[in-house]
T-cell receptor
Framework: NAGVTQTPKFRVLKTGQSMTLLCAQD?????MYWYRQDPGMGLRLIHY???????AKGEVPDGYNVSRLKKQNFLLGLESAAPSQTSVYFC??????????????FGPGTRLTVL | QQQVKQSPQSLIVQKGGIPIINCAYE??????FPWYQQFPGKGPALLIA?????SEKKEGRFTISFNKSAKQFSLHIMDSQPGDSATYFC???????????????FGKGTHLIIQP
């Protein structure tokens, strides 16, 4: 099993350009998440999905859009990139198990630089 | 408004020592408290987690202590090793009775160095 994979690993954009980050998981998880990680800020939730065809806003959703057309894939879009979106983006997936908690499995990250 | 506050930002401990990382939360609805470990260039990975019905949980050399009344929880690493050098994040979330959950709210992280 590959677990959670992210494409691409690195990307450099110019201000105003658009791009899509792809996340794929092979664990049949219902939930998927997008986080961004900035130095000294921890990880912050951008958007998440509780199942195919559903999406919800997290803590920092502005400037991003997401889609979950297939259960195994979760796409994060930047319509008009800004330097403030320079960050490392992590995708995660999970299958909440009530009393056992909600272990999230993270991908390796995408390092995005916006010039 | 930071909902999960983590301290210290960085910590250096000699091999065999017991590093302690502390977190405090504000939202009393939180009922799932995991700790994640992250190595450079990698995604975070779950280390250990606790629900508020217990005050302590041990898994190997890692222990979570939880104080519900104080809204605080901490990670202790027994017999620390250089391989434990990493960034540690506490987090909190809400679990729903129907089986669902919210996304995680993370602390800002602690950069831990274990010196040989």
């Amino acid at each position: 099993n590959a677990g959670v994979t992210q494409t691409p690993k690195f990307r450099v954009l110019k201000t105003g350009q658009s791009m899509t980050l792809l996340c794929a998981q092979d664990m049949n998880h219902e939930y998927m998440y997008w986080y961004r990680q900035d130095p000294g800020m921890g990880l912050r939730l951008i958007h998440y999905s509780v199942g195919e065809g559903t999406t919800a806003k997290g803590e920092v959703p502005d400037g991003y859009n997401v889609s979950r057309l297939k259960k195994q894939n979760f796409l994060l879009g930047l319509e008009s990139a800004a330097p403030s979106q320079t960050s490392v983006y992590f995708c995660a997936s999970s299958y909440p198990r009530g009393g056992l908690g909600n272990e999230q499995f993270f991908g390796p990250g995408t390092r995005l630089t916006v010039l | 408004q930071q909902q999960v506050k983590q301290s210290p930002q960085s910590l250096i401990v000699q091999k065999g020592g017991i590093p302690i990382i502390n977190c405090a939360y504000e939202n009393t609805a939180f009922d799932y408290f995991p700790w994640y470990q992250q190595f450079p260039g990698k995604g975070p990975a779950l280390l250990i987690a606790i629900r508020p019905d217990v005050s302590e949980k041990k898994e190997g050399r890692f222990t979570i202590s939880f104080n519900k009344s104080a809204k605080q929880f901490s990670l202790h690493i027994m017999d620390s090793q250089p391989g434990d050098s990493a960034t540690y994040f506490c987090a909190a979330s809400i679990m729903y009775s129907g089986g669902g959950a919210d996304g995680l709210t993370f602390g800002k992280g602690t950069h831990l160095i274990i010196q040989p």
